[in-house]
């Protein structure tokens, strides 16, 4: 198990921010509210945000022990932050810091017996986490406004249906995803 | 049109949705593109290769930071017609839509449409998506 301290290594800067995020039920990071009209931000602006996300933490914050398995999921879907409007072509938009915000928070909740998903972000500024294993898969999708919604297809069978994020993991959800 | 054997495919400019096996990540297909835009796809069957690299290479340019297209991801039309709702409806269409020249772009008489049947729920989409990731096979990369 991973435990956070309050050093501000990369993963406690994110896993902090996420604790605050789950704490005050769903505040929105500042970084990301001026993107600039580039693809992605330059490694060093992105830091330089991560740190002003860092700051502007409301401590102090609460500590959150998760698995190892899935730092690097929150690593890759906190990166997705630092894509903005034209990331992904003429006409897609930057990755919606609510979004990210709940997959988090969704990935906080997530029991530590489950298989890590993977991080995934869409032109439309939504985010997924995805769990595939064979022909078995599942798929949560975050939307703005805590919305979020889920498909799983275990042996042929699919379950799905919306959900308010930061509110329990549907149990339906959990138990697909305990037989992928 | 699009019969239910014949290959449909989806050229990807952006590295971020493909994974190290050449599969590709759910993200590729966005909430937006299958309930109002359509799913932009090409049908092989109806381009030589060397059109389909013309077509690729002309929407790579137009992106923000001009791109080199990396490949296709290929499916039977079949699968995409085969993503139902509980009550056994039809979530997806697929049909011939080939395009114009416009500014940048030449015509594409290949080209074709994924998109809403009926009116999606969220649900309805990680469904699609789920389902759409599964489908496509692996990136065939582009021949340098």
């Not at chain 2, 114009?100 to 809403?116: C, E, G, S």
């Amino acid at each position: 198990m991973f435990q956070m301290n309050r050093t501000l290594s990369p993963t406690t800067v994110t896993l902090a921010w996420l604790t605050t995020v789950m704490t005050a039920g769903g505040t929105t990071p500042p970084a990301g509210a001026n993107r600039a009209p580039e693809e992605q931000l330059a490694p060093k602006e992105a830091l330089r945000r991560n740190d002003q996300t860092a700051n502007s933490l409301a401590q102090p914050w609460t500590e959150k022990v998760f698995p190892v398995a899935f730092v690097e999921a929150y690593r890759k879907m906190f990166s997705f932050r630092a894509l903005a409007v034209g990331w992904d072509g003429h006409g897609s938009k930057a990755i919606l810091d609510d979004s990210v915000n709940a997959a988090l928070a969704f990935l906080a909740m997530l029991p530590s017996d489950l298989p890590p998903p993977e991080a995934s972000a869409a032109s439309d500024g939504t985010v997924d986490w995805y769990w595939r294993n064979g022909l078995n898969a599942a798929t949560v999708t975050f939307y703005k406004d805590r919305k979020a919604a889920y498909f799983a297809l275990i042996d042929n069978s699919g379950v799905k249906n919306g959900f308010k994020s930061f509110d329990e993991i549907p149990a339906p959800l959990i138990e697909s995803l305990r037989q992928l | 049109m699009i019969g239910p054997e014949e290959v449909v495919a989806r050229i990807l400019f952006n590295p971020q949705h493909i994974k190290a096996d050449g599969t590709v990540r759910s993200g590729l297909f966005s909430p937006t593109d299958i309930r109002e835009k359509g799913v932009s796809l090409v049908r092989l069957e109806h381009l030589t290769p060397e059109a389909l690299m013309a077509q690729a290479n002309a929407v790579a340019a137009k992106y923000h930071k001009p791109r080199t297209a990396e490949g296709v991801i290929e499916c039977e039309a079949k699968k995409v017609r085969a993503i139902f709702d509980t009550q056994g409806e039809r979530l997806l269409c697929l049909y011939d839509d080939p395009t114009k020249a416009m500014k940048d772009l030449p015509a594409n008489q290949a080209h074709a449409t994924a998109i809403a049947a009926v009116e999606l729920t969220d649900a309805d989409i990680s469904q699609i998506k789920t389902l759409l990731t599964l489908a496509f096979g692996p990136l065939r990369r582009f021949a340098c």
